[in-house]
Nanobody, 124 residues
Framework: QVQLVESGGGLVQAGDSLRLSCAAS????????MGWFRQAPGKERVIVAA???????YYADSVKGRFTISRDNAKNTVYLQMNSLKPEDTAVYYC??????????????????WGQGTQVTVSS
């Protein structure tokens, strides 16, 4: 079992920044991929960003240039730095872990464990 705990969400104004953190514990092993997804009200959950063990990254087009994903393997923690936030970034943000080592997946089904989610609300 792997446990994921997110933190860092909140209510901000458009143009502000937030940093989300997600700490993994339990039966992790090296090589896993970590991702951030989000689900806005009435919409499907979609990928925002992902990062491999070695630091290769993927970003959704909607956040490129504004969000930065990073990780600290020694701490089993992944971060999502969100700058220039927009009202359309409002969603529940989830971190997830893919214990496979075959590269970044953008589909939810590849991720075996999920955090509980943290709310990000951006007011205009």
């Amino acid at each position: 079992q792997v446990q994921l705990v997110e933190s860092g969400g909140g209510l901000v104004q458009a143009g502000d920044s937030l940093r989300l953190s997600c700490a993994a514990s339990g039966r992790t092993r090296s090589g896993y991929v970590m991702g951030w997804f989000r689900q806005a009200p009435g919409k499907e959950r979609v990928i925002v960003a992902a990062i491999t063990w070695s630091g290769s990254t993927y970003y959704a087009d909607s956040v490129k240039g504004r969000f930065t994903i990073s990780r600290d393997n020694a701490k089993n923690t992944v971060y999502l730095q969100m700058n220039s936030l927009k009202p359309e970034d409002t969603a529940v943000y989830y971190c997830a872990i893919d214990l496979g080592t075959s590269g970044i997946a953008t589909t939810q089904s590849r991720y075996e464990y999920w955090g509980q989610g943290t709310q990000v609300t951006v007011s205009s």
